[in-house]
């Protein structure tokens, strides 16, 4: 049973999170929507255990898609970052607030940035692309998140300040062409620098609260330096260029793993 341990864990704290959620807010959607996303990163976690190649894929695409779909399209709600702002100057804590608190504010203290891994929407289509491993070193632009994180919050509070009518509406139409945006600037990028995740690594807003939290992970992957032979498999296969042998959390070793196991799943010693 001992293997099973984090896929427990991870149904565990969703659980906890979702009726939390439902008795002190009333609403039974929390119990569904956390129910749903617990199950789904449990269940990716089991098929990973039993060495099915695709579980994480099964996960992203389980969770990916009902947010895009059912939560953004459907229910209306705007996930992306502007949705987060625009509740939280209206004081509501619902919908974006919970979401960014879970997923990418306090939710990183334990998982890290799991949710760049399993839930992202964005990264759910970019892993399609045909450049899973960065095949060039890294560009100095990582600056650009800190402008498009100035950016979202500027565009919303434009909208407060100039007391625009109708923002809900707005906000809707924000999240289809932000997405549509996110989409076509990190499938160029992909293809420019052939590295399916350089949207994440230089684009993306949510990095600036996701980066400084992951730093304190609980669920890290570690190395035993035992057991390793400094074959290098590890860092090769990594899509966020992480040196997982050094177990130190300095620099981008801290704060750039998105959990997505390929190092685990291709070490051959068994190290990670
Ligand atoms: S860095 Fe941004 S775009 Fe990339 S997976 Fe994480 S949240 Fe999604
Ligand atoms: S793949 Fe495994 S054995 Fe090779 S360097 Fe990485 S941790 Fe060490
Ligand atoms: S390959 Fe390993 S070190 Fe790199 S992001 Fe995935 S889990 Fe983290």
């Not at 399916?196 to 990095?207: D, S």
């Amino acid at each position: 049973m001992k293997k099973y341990a984090m896929p427990i864990l991870m149904l565990v704290v969703f659980e906890t999170i979702a009726i939390t959620l439902w008795l002190t807010k009333g609403n039974i959607f929390y119990l569904f929507n956390f129910s749903y996303i617990g199950c789904s990163i449990a269940l990716g976690m089991f098929l990973f255990i039993k060495e099915y190649k695709y579980a994480r894929r099964i996960v992203q695409l389980l969770v990916g898609s009902y947010m895009l779909v059912y939560l953004g399209l459907i229910c209306r709600e705007n996930l992306q970052i502007e949705g987060f702002w625009y509740y939280l100057f209206t004081g509501v804590f619902e919908a974006a607030t919970i979401h960014y608190a879970v997923a990418k504010i306090f939710g990183p203290l334990i998982f890290g940035r799991g949710w760049c891994s399993y839930a992202c929407w964005t990264a759910m289509v970019l892993d399609f692309l045909p450049y899973p491993v960065p095949s060039q070193p890294r560009k100095k632009i990582e600056w650009i998140r800190y402008c498009t994180f100035a950016l979202s919050l500027i565009f919303v509070a434009a909208l407060f300040l100039a007391h625009v009518g109708n923002l809900e509406k707005i906000m809707f139409w924000a999240f289809i062409v932000g997405n549509a945006a996110y989409y076509v600037v990190g499938i160029i990028l992909a293809y420019a620098f052939k590295d399916n995740r350089a949207f994440c690594k230089y684009i993306c807003p949510v990095t600036v609260f996701l980066k400084p939290m992951s730093y304190f992970a609980r669920i890290r992957v570690k190395c035993d330096k035992e057991k390793c032979v400094s074959c290098g498999k590890c860092k090769r296969v990594c899509p966020m260029d992480v040196d997982v042998t050094d177990n130190s959390r300095n620099r981008k070793n801290g704060t750039e793993c998105i959990l997505c196991m390929e190092c685990v799943r291709n070490c051959p010693k068994k190290a990670l």
